[in-house]
């Protein structure tokens, strides 16, 4: 059984694992997780123990044994301390952990939607938010507030590496710290189930140092690049005639709609439908011809009507988009 677990437990690491903490959060989380279990361990041992010895010992073998003191001290005093030790240890950790940061602390909308995460950051400057998709960036080293909201059914956004998960709700904000010590890349997960392709709403983080982040954002406000050659010219013009633009946004371009994700930079991102494909010209053609396949029941039909070398053309217009 120890073999068992131990194989189990090897499996919990990566970027995704709340047991290989790297942020304040999930770091605070991970050691309530330790201590608890290494409790119950030593509980469930103690208890075997006593159940074991009871059933080797020879009949009145301890003729003085007060069984009712007994009885008292391991079933009500014994779990009354443990108990209340641990319930006082998770309540003080879980008011450290809501903390909100300061006023001038950066925060980051993330709007949950079927099947897909909405980010939206405020520019340094004000104005207009910047708009993205599926893709969480972070300095490193400042506490971060994520402004959690849904549109339309209950989510929950998780990133176990970097702290806690947190219900997006319609019609409320939550509200979230994030705090990374390290410029790394994460994967994060929808933990609440939310209607069809609930288990492709994933998507990454990635953490940089904070003039990298400066620099990643002012791009990232700046309107679509047009498109330098001819054969990206007509993916754009596909685009636009084929009425993407009416559930997609490409900033500095007629398209304009707001049911899908903000296109403006897709190029610079790493995954496609909320972390299902990574992402390339290959898959972004793949994904326009037959999404129902890729992630069935998403919001986006298969468009199967291009000819072979229109889906290129569209899929490289979008990857260039950096
Ligand atoms: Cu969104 Cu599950």
Same mark, same amino acid.
């Given at each position: 059984? +120890?073999? *068992?677990? =131990?194989?189990? #437990? ?8 709340? &047991?290989?903490?790297? @942020?304040?959060?999930?770091? +605070?989380? *991970?050691? =309530?997780?330790? #201590? ?8 469930? &041992?103690?208890?075997? @123990?006593?159940?074991?010895? +009871? ?19 391991? @079933?009500?005093?014994?779990p009354v301390v443990v108990l209340s030790a641990l319930l006082t240890y998770s309540f003080v950790l879980g008011r450290d952990l809501s903390r909100a940061p300061g006023p001038e ?165 790493r995954s496609l439908a909320a972390g299902t494909l990574p992402n390339n010209v290959g898959t972004i053609a793949g994904w326009i011809a037959d999404s129902q396949h ?29």
């Amino acid at each position: 059984m +120890a073999a *068992a677990l =131990l194989l189990g #437990i090897s499996g919990c690491e990566g970027p995704q694992s709340a &047991l290989t903490p790297d @942020g304040a959060g999930a770091r +605070a989380l *991970a050691s =309530l997780w330790w #201590i608890m279990a290494a409790g119950a361990v030593v509980i469930f &041992l103690f208890v075997i @123990g006593c159940a074991v010895y +009871a059933t080797r010992v020879a009949p009145r073998a301890h003729p003085d044994f007060a069984g009712t003191w007994f009885i008292l001290g391991g @079933g009500v005093a014994l779990p009354v301390v443990v108990l209340s030790a641990l319930l006082t240890y998770s309540f003080v950790l879980g008011r450290d952990l809501s903390r909100a940061p300061g006023p001038e602390a950066l925060r980051i909308e993330v709007i949950g939607k079927q099947w897909w995460w909405e980010v939206r950051y405020r520019p340094p400057g004000g104005g207009e938010p910047v708009v993205s998709a599926n893709e969480l960036r972070l300095p490193v080293g400042e506490p971060v507030e994520l402004v959690l909201s849904a549109t339309d059914v209950i989510h929950s956004f998780w990133l176990p590496a970097i702290a806690g998960k947190r219900d997006m709700i319609p019609g409320r904000t939550t509200h979230l710290v994030l705090e990374v010590e390290e410029p790394g890349i994460w994967r994060g997960q929808c933990a609440e189930y939310c209607g069809g392709p609930h288990a492709l709403m994933a998507f990454y983080a990635i953490a940089q140092a904070q003039g990298d982040f400066a620099a990643w954002l002012e791009r990232e406000a700046q309107t679509a690049k047009e498109p330098d050659d001819p054969f990206l010219a007509s993916g754009k013009a596909l685009f636009h005639d084929s009425g993407c633009g009416a559930c997609h946004t490409i900033r500095g371009t007629p398209a304009d709609g707001e049911l899908g994700p903000d296109l403006t930079h897709l190029g610079n991102r790493r995954s496609l439908a909320a972390g299902t494909l990574p992402n390339n010209v290959g898959t972004i053609a793949g994904w326009i011809a037959d999404s129902q396949h890729i992630k069935p029941a998403n919001r986006m039909p298969s468009f199967n009507t291009f000819t072979g070398r229109e889906l290129r053309a569209i899929a490289a217009y979008l990857a260039s988009l950096k």
